[in-house]
């Protein structure tokens, strides 16, 4: 008899575990303890994994939903602001007195009452002087720097501050008056009252059951729902340093309030704003100690049932097969996320070894064929076969959402006379080098195509018609940097968005298309936006 069994026998005999029966319930205690407590630990991690990946995206959503809307009532207020400076009350009367000044107390008075997020409006001149008044008790306090910003024919936008006469959270804006000849004559000030943006904090607090917090970017509280912020308060500068950041991950830290949260924020375009959403670090892995309690409960029950651990012995025994055949099944029936556990050693681990290998290299050969079907070979873009499909989507998405769509088509000047003179390989490398940079230059949201031949089209969803020319220019400005061995390559582009150019994805691109010839027309190398004039932008290719 070998040495070892000798010694196995022998570790056998002083545990008392000699006969069968002894070594049978041995390892059914065993095979439960171990399997269970391990099983359990990995479902709560992993639970635990899943819930945070949720609160990720329902946090996300929210502040970025959130700081959209901010935005957007930022844009209007400073919209607001520009149409009064340029009302013809204010620009045909900031320079006279008399019946000037009352004509302009008059038009400050009935905008205050027709528009309540301004409580005190005034008209200054360039110096700061006051002309005109809404409100004879205060005026709106001017920001630092506003003069130099007025003179550049720029808004300036105030810190926000606490109204203690009015016990409201407010900001103070300037818009210059400008009129004909761009000559600024003066400038309008008003204070804003916040409360409507406390008002969509607390509706989007209401919606998704977060807390909202409007913070600076240093982290100094303005505006919040769902805390009690009578006190002040902001955030530890390293959390709302990672939380301007952070866009991927919650991040743990203690809020205005006092209270340890998970939070998640996203930055206002327009102003030095955060807005973070915010969830109790109790409330928010709640379920997951649930969970664990539970957990721990049903191990605990399993463990009482000892007597029934030799029937459990032989499920063990036979449970890779009954995993190996599940397996199969599902990859017969084409689902091939199957990853099995190697839990076992000898020709029963070896087999689920190689279905494992078997599994991967199909799902690898899956995903290759399927990226191989909506791209296309030489410069990795995507095909029209994947835009016919995304296009639609985008469309229907516009649609619903009041939202606009941009398309960008995109030509390489000159590019038959390039290939004949340089080769098909120096075209190749130009398409390739040319597609590089459409990726480059646009979001993760957006999609360039390789429309045919040197023609290519970037989707731009949610991008009115400026942004898409800003796109553009900046494409194509890019592209001049670029040295190429057969000398400089440049391109046309012609822009179009929905619903202004076409209220379907075939019009649009024709919208584009037109607008792309009309850009080769008239001396190529430049953007040319669907339906206007060219503005002289680029230089004759």
Avoid: C
């Avoid at 105030?158 to 000849?181: F, L, T």
């Avoid at 991927?248 to 309030?257: H, M």
């Avoid at 930055?267 to 379920?287: D, G, I, M």
């Amino acid at each position: 008899m070998p040495s070892w069994e000798l010694k196995a026998a022998g570790i056998l005999r002083a545990l008392r575990l000699e006969s069968i029966r002894s070594k049978i319930l041995a390892f059914a205690v065993l095979a439960t303890l171990i399997p269970s407590f391990s099983t359990a630990w990995l479902a709560y991690r992993h639970y635990r994994q899943a819930l945070a990946e949720k609160l990720t995206e329902q946090l996300g959503g929210a502040s970025q939903q959130a700081a959209r809307e901010v935005d957007l009532w930022l844009k209007e207020r400073l919209l607001d602001l520009r149409v009064f400076a340029s009302s013809y009350e204010v620009t045909e009367n900031v320079e006279r007195g008399g019946a000037g000044r009352a004509r302009l107390v008059a038009y400050l008075g009935s905008v205050r009452r027709h528009f309540p997020d301004y409580p005190q409006l005034a008209v200054l001149t360039p110096s700061g002087q006051v002309v005109a008044l809404s409100d004879t008790i205060a005026a709106p306090r001017l920001p630092e720097g506003w003069a130099a910003e007025i003179r550049a024919g720029a808004p300036a936008i105030g810190p926000v501050r606490q109204d203690s006469a009015h016990q409201r959270v407010v900001q103070d804006i300037v818009s210059p008056v400008v009129v004909a000849g761009g000559r600024v004559t003066g400038a309008i000030a008003a204070t804003v009252d916040l409360g409507p943006v406390a008002r969509l904090l607390a509706g989007a607090s209401a919606q998704g059951g977060n807390r909202m917090l409007l913070t600076t970017s240093e982290g100094r509280a303005l505006l919040g729902a769902g805390l009690n912020l009578a006190g002040g308060g902001s955030l530890p500068l390293a959390a709302a340093t990672e939380l301007g950041d952070s866009i991927l991950a919650t991040v743990q830290y203690t809020s205005a309030d006092g209270e340890e949260v998970l939070g998640l924020g996203a930055t206002v375009s327009r102003s030095p704003w955060l807005v973070v959403a915010e969830l109790p670090l109790q409330a928010a892995f709640a379920q997951a100690r649930a969970q664990r309690n539970t957990t721990l409960l049903v191990v605990g029950l399993v463990l009482m049932g000892v007597g029934g651990l030799a029937l459990l012995l032989v499920l063990l025994l036979v449970r890779p097969l009954t995993r190996l055949t599940e397996g199969a099944r599902r990859v017969a029936g084409g689902d091939l996320d199957v990853a099995l556990p190697v839990t076992t050693g000898g020709e029963v681990g070896y087999l689920t070894e190689v279905f494992n290998g078997m599994v991967g290299k199909l799902r690898d050969s899956r995903l290759e064929l399927e990226r191989l079907t909506v791209t296309d070979g030489l410069t990795g873009l995507y095909n029209r076969r994947h835009l016919k499909e995304t296009i639609a989507q985008e469309f229907e998405r516009a649609r619903r959402h009041a939202k606009p769509v941009a398309i960008l088509m995109v030509d390489v000047d000159h590019f038959k006379r390039y290939n004949d003179a340089n080769g098909h390989l120096a075209g190749d490398e130009v398409l390739v080098r040319v597609a590089a940079l459409l990726r480059e230059s646009i979001r993760t949201v957006d999609r360039a195509v390789r429309y045919g031949g040197e023609e290519m089209l970037v989707l731009l969803p949610e991008t009115a018609i400026d942004g898409a020319v800003e796109v553009a220019e900046r494409i194509r400005a890019r592209l001049a940097d670029e040295r190429f061995a057969g000398g400089a390559v440049t391109i046309s582009v012609g822009a179009a968005a929905f619903p202004a150019h076409g209220e379907s994805p075939e019009a649009l691109i024709m919208s584009a298309d037109a607008a792309l010839y009309e850009a080769k027309h008239h001396g190529r190398n430049q953007v040319r936006r669907a339906g206007v004039e060219p503005a002289g932008s680029g230089a004759p290719g």
